[in-house]
């Protein structure tokens, strides 16, 4: 998959989730997301930035790879805002990005994060869940 295909679902997501919330289907416009989320997970898994990071041949793929990634987050942190404010801003806060703001409706639009932009390591915002072992 390529960055492309991100920025069609994007798209797709807007109108997916403007649609849901319009008719108060919240649990179908958190499925959209979720979607979103897993494509993006697919893309990291087929892109492989930890290997392009090895060479310095491919250190363009690699940028165009990070910024498709972020601006995906960027994305989904917006969608995100009504369900799980906290997070989101969380979320915006590493990305270097203003939050306590109503989302405007470029922020549903790709594009909006700017090339070079400097983002903060911070804390895992999901942490990986460890199931206990049951004997």
């Known amino acids: 998959m390529e960055g492309k295909g991100l920025i069609e679902?994007?798209?797709?997501l807007n109108d997916e989730v403007d649609h849901a919330m319009s008719n108060l289907q919240f649990s179908r416009a958190l499925e959209s997301i979720w979607d979103y989320i897993g494509?993006?997970?697919?893309?990291?898994e087929i892109s492989k930035p930890w290997v392009l990071a090895k060479e310095l041949s491919e250190r363009n793929?690699?940028?165009e790879v990070l910024y498709n990634l972020v601006e995906s987050i960027r994305i989904i942190s917006s969608f995100i805002l009504p369900f799980m404010p906290n997070?989101?801003?969380?979320?915006?806060n590493q990305l270097g990005l203003p939050s306590g703001e109503e989302p405007v409706e470029s922020d549903f639009s790709w594009g909006g994060m700017r090339p070079g932009t400097k983002?903060?390591?911070g804390s895992p915002i999901f942490p990986k869940f460890e199931h206990p072992i049951v004997n």
């Open 9 to 12: 679902r994007s798209a797709k």
């Open 39 to 44: 494509l993006v997970n697919k893309y990291v």
């Open 61 to 63: 793929k690699l940028n």
């Open 87 to 92: 997070v989101a801003a969380e979320m915006y």
């Open 119 to 121: 983002v903060c390591k």
